[in-house]
């Protein structure tokens, strides 16, 4: 029973830090994909007075003309008596950005592109823009913060077992210790211990994460955000095979040089 | 004989109390040594020197090459390899039966499994244990679990056994099966050396006596 809980206490804390590092993962990956579909659909139109082939603001992607042709043509039909051919009509740019700005950012790019002289108008989706923008900050941090405690809560949970193992495994360390024991035959039942804990562990967390990631709450969420996303498993597997790894192996190499 | 142990001046200390005045003696290889005194002289204290558990405070202490005065970790586990250690309260592992305890030396010096098994099965016969090779320690008698201890202790073939109180607390008939096989051990050239607080009646093979009193070991012949 005490060995059951022994392990249960190490699995348990491990499965809560490996998910939260996962749900961190994914849910960092989630919101950079969406950042990037928001930013593809994102522009910000200008109106100039000559034609523009570049400008020197470094978050500028791409400068695309907007074809105004077809509304000069339905003017003409509504305004007969306007003589279009002596107006001189500007150029009008959709301006792509490389990354989603924040608020502060997109006054700064706005205040750049006014200091151009051919630039008579800049035109952004800011009210719209900066309510995502804050939404998924918040979101961001709140989810930070969870899986930060719940890491925080995992780490707490083994520094309780390893104080557990030193009591359990003190007395056996010692004997060997008399007879010459080096630290890796003294630590090899509780190495055995950890790397079956771990293995546990990352097993029960797969089980977990294709449980979420299967889940119909997930992929609505996945849909409504019309991201492609795309879990590599594998990736996922070798990450926190890794880190179970080497979260029980550093707490059973503590147990066995640390002192009683 | 050559000298196995060499102590000249030495002091040991015990959370900051001199328990053991600066005191010389030496003992030979294949030499049974008694070491005595009164409870609380320091017996138990020069047994652990002896297999590096303490440190000296100051003089000189050679067991064999090694320098106890400034012996590290690497080379403490290298000297325990050569020493079998006996104590009162056996120290078996609980959670590990009878025969894999007395294979534990060996497994340490890295003999196969299967090896290590069989000469523990041989020990155990020797020490009248075979059949009880399966039981767990708390399974057997004070005085079968330490002729388990000295099983484990001797089937390495150290250079020497220290043991520290290891009859008492045992009836006679255990005292005097432990005795005899620290006799046969000692037989086999394996030098012995014995805490105790008196030398049992009718020991009849000679021995060497280090007798603690007021902090002085004083070598008796």
């Not at chain 1, 608020?103 to 750049?112: A, M």
């Not at chain 1, 952004?124 to 918040?138: D, G, M, P, V």
């Not at chain 2, 051990?185 to 009646?201: E, F, M, R, W």
Request: hydrophobic share 45%.
């Amino acid at each position: 029973m005490n060995s059951l809980k022994s392990h249960l206490t190490l699995v348990l804390s491990l499965i809560a830090i490996l998910l939260s590092i996962f749900l961190f993962r994914i849910f960092s990956q989630v919101m950079h994909l969406y950042q990037k579909n928001i930013v593809n659909n994102y522009s910000i139109v200008i109106v100039s007075t000559k034609p523009i082939t570049s400008l020197n603001i470094s978050e500028i992607s791409s400068i695309n003309p907007i074809n105004i042709n077809s509304e000069i043509k339905k003017l003409k039909e509504k305004y007969k008596n306007i003589d279009f051919s002596n107006l001189k009509i500007p150029f009008f740019y959709k301006l792509k950005l490389k990354n989603f700005p924040s608020p502060n950012k997109l006054q700064e790019i706005q205040k750049q592109l006014k200091n151009y002289d051919f630039i008579k108008k800049v035109m952004t989706k800011s009210s719209s823009q900066t309510k995502i923008y804050n939404l998924l900050i918040l979101l961001k941090t709140t989810t930070k913060i969870f899986m930060f405690l719940i890491a925080i809560l995992g780490f707490l949970l083994i520094i309780k077992q390893l104080e557990v193992w030193k009591l359990l495994h003190y007395e056996r360390m010692y004997i060997m210790e008399l007879f010459g024991a080096p630290v890796w035959f003294k630590g090899a039942s509780l190495f055995k211990i950890a790397f079956l804990d771990s293995i546990i562990s990352l097993i029960l967390t797969m089980c977990l994460i294709f449980l979420i990631t299967h889940s119909a709450l997930f992929n609505n969420i996945i849909n409504e955000l019309n991201i492609n996303f795309q879990l590599n498993y594998f990736n996922e597997i070798i990450l926190l095979l890794i880190t179970s790894f080497l979260i029980s192996f550093i707490s059973s190499v503590i147990v066995v040089i640390g002192k009683k | 004989m050559g000298k196995l142990v060499l102590a000249k001046n030495i002091t040991i200390n015990y959370n900051d109390t001199q328990i053991i005045k600066p005191s010389s003696f030496s003992i030979n290889s294949g030499d049974f040594v008694f070491l005595t005194g009164i409870s609380g002289s320091g017996k138990t204290s020069l047994i652990k020197t002896l297999y590096a558990e303490h440190k000296i405070q100051s003089g000189e202490m050679y067991i064999g090459e090694f320098n106890l005065k400034k012996i590290n970790k690497s080379k403490t586990s290298l000297l325990r390899k050569h020493l079998g250690v006996v104590f009162q309260d056996f120290k078996l592992i609980s959670e590990w039966n009878i025969i894999k305890n007395v294979m534990l030396p060996l497994l340490i010096t890295g003999i196969d499994k299967s090896n290590a098994k069989e000469m523990a099965m041989q020990y155990l016969n020797k020490v009248k244990l075979s059949h009880k090779a399966d039981k767990f320690p708390f399974e057997l008698s004070g005085g079968e679990q330490q002729r388990a201890a000295i099983a484990r202790a001797t089937i390495h073939n150290p250079v020497m056994i220290l043991a520290d109180e290891p009859i008492s607390g045992l009836d006679e008939y255990s005292a005097s099966l432990v005795m005899d096989l620290f006799i046969e051990a000692n037989k086999l050239g394996i030098t012995i050396v014995i805490a105790s607080h008196s030398i049992p009646q009718n020991f009849d093979i000679l021995f060497k006596q280090l007798h603690i009193e007021k902090g002085k070991i004083y070598e008796l012949a």
